[in-house]
């Protein structure tokens, strides 16, 4: 599975950005999608998951109720759109999926916050 992250930039604190996750060729409609994110000098930290069958999302304490992931009706992308950003929202989003046990990348997409 090729994953292809896009969707980051600069943004200005309490704004919003919407990121997007695509296996080109390919669907997402049977993969659970997390996303992460890595930070300077900071671990990795996972963001969010969209379930593979009924879609169910779950999310880090860190951006509930400001991170929202949805699948299109597609179901060739997933998105996780982000509102309120601040600072500490910085850093480079991945998405993710697992197959069989083996974990597969995108590639990354810078998101910075800063006024």
């Known amino acids: 599975v090729q994953l292809q992250a896009s969707g980051g930039g600069l943004v200005q604190p309490g704004g919003s950005l919407r990121l997007s996750c695509a296996a080109p060729?390919?669907?997402?409609?049977?993969?659970?999608i997390a996303w992460f994110r890595k930070a300077p000098g900071k671990k990795r930290e996972g963001v969010g998951c969209?379930?593979?069958?009924?879609?169910?999302?779950m999310y880090a304490g860190s951006v509930k109720g400001r991170f929202t992931m949805s699948r299109d009706q597609a179901k060739t992308m997933v998105y996780l759109q982000m509102n309120n950003l601040n600072p500490v929202d910085s850093a480079v989003y991945y998405c993710n999926t697992q197959v069989r046990g083996e974990s597969y990348w995108g590639q990354g997409t810078q998101v910075t916050v800063s006024s």
């Open positions: 060729g390919d669907s997402l409609d049977y993969y659970t």
């Open positions: 969209i379930e593979s069958d009924d879609s169910r999302t």
